[in-house]
Nanobody, 115 residues
Framework: QVQLVESGGGLVQAGGSLRLSCVTS????????MGWYRQAPGKQRELVAR???????NYADSVKGQFTISTDNAKNTVYLQMNSLKPEDTAVYYC?????????WGQGTQVTVSS
């Protein structure tokens, strides 16, 4: 098992930036992959970005070149740097950990982008 705690959400104007953080209760080296998902009102939860234990990353087409996922293994933390934010990026953002075919979720952090 693992506990995930997100932070860094908030209200930002369009064009602004935010950095989300997700602290894990165990070493990131022991986690197969970490990811950020988001869910906007009335929509399904979708993958935003994912990084494997080997460092391979993948992004949703809608955020490529705009968002960057990274890890700080010493701090057991995964980040999502979000630049050039748009109103359509408004959603609850969830941290996800994949461990031995199981998925674990954080509580989510709200990101609101005003126009």
């Amino acid at each position: 098992q693992v506990q995930l705690v997100e932070s860094g959400g908030g209200l930002v104007q369009a064009g602004g930036s935010l950095r989300l953080s997700c602290v894990t209760s165990r070493s990131i080296f022991s986690i197969n992959a970490m990811g950020w998902y988001r869910q906007a009102p009335g929509k399904q939860r979708e993958l935003v970005a994912r990084i494997t234990s080997g460092g391979t990353t993948n992004y949703a087409d809608s955020v490529k070149g705009q968002f960057t996922i990274s890890t700080d293994n010493a701090k057991n933390t995964v980040y999502l740097q979000m630049n050039s934010l748009k109103p359509e990026d408004t959603a609850v953002y969830y941290c996800n950990a994949e461990i031995e075919y199981k998925r674990y979720w954080g509580q989510g952090t709200q990101v609101t982008v005003s126009s």
